[in-house]
Structures are given as C-alpha cells and as structure tokens.
C-alpha cells in the first residue's frame, strides 16, 4: 500500500524559513507525479508545487519565488524549501502523488495522501 509520510512542519517566525520532507513507500517518487498541498483549517486545499519524474517543477503564483520542490531518488523523497514565510502560509502541508497526467496542481487529480505536518509562521 503506497504511503507518504510528511515530515519538518513547524513554528518559525516571519521571514524565516522551513523544509518539509515527504518520504514515499511502495511508489517511486521518480516515477511519480507529487505535489505540496496545503490547508486552513475551514478553507479549500490548495495547490502551491509539483514535480514531475523528468523533474519539471510548477508553483502556484503565491509560493514562485519563494518556495522550491524537489526530489532526492536515493531516498525516495520529496522536499519542499520555503524561505521568506508570512503568517499566510500558516496552515497545514500536505504531500500528494499520482503515476500520470502531468504537471497539476489540483487536489482532484492526486490520488496518495499523507497525513500532513502543520507550519505556523508568526
């Protein structure tokens, strides 16, 4: 059964910056498609970055520039570095992967979840 696991959330003051892990079992995060979700609470999941197994990379227009994805194969994990955080991107991180249909950055087309690290900036 594909698992991922998402690891590196926490508390950071604005202006700083944290790296979230997404270890993947069973799937091969370089044959996959995986994205970085996010979520406050009473609000819609969110799209913010997704990298491809050619390592083609897309951001929501809200994390460009400050935020990169990227994958370590020998680990079998996903990163995702963020620097310069704001108390907007207070909320709850998610990992997420399909085997297919390209670059997206729509919750809809993922079907592996993680459980999700919480990433407070105040």
């Known amino acids: 059964q594909?698992?991922?696991v998402e690891s590196g959330g926490g508390s950071v003051?604005?202006?700083g910056s944290l790296r979230l892990s997404c270890v993947a079992s069973v799937l091969s995060v370089s044959r996959a498609y995986i994205g970085w979700f996010r979520q406050v609470p009473g609000r819609e999941r969110v799209g913010i970055a997704s990298?491809?197994?050619i390592?083609?990379?897309r951001y929501a227009d809200s994390v460009k520039d400050r935020f990169a994805i990227s994958r370590d194969n020998a680990k079998n994990t996903v990163y995702l570095e963020m620097d310069s955080l704001n108390p907007e991107d207070t909320a709850i991180y998610s990992?997420?992967?399909?085997t297919g249909g390209g670059l997206s950055l729509l919750e809809a087309d993922y079907y592996y979840w993680g459980q999700g690290t919480q990433v407070t900036v105040s």
């Not at 990992?95 to 399909?98: I, K, L």
Request: proline content about 6%; hydrophobic content about 40%.
């Open 2 to 4: 594909v698992q991922l």
């Open 13 to 15: 003051q604005a202006g």
């Open 51 to 53: 990298i491809s197994p």
């Open 55 to 57: 390592g083609g990379t």
């Open 95 to 98: 990992c997420a992967a399909r």
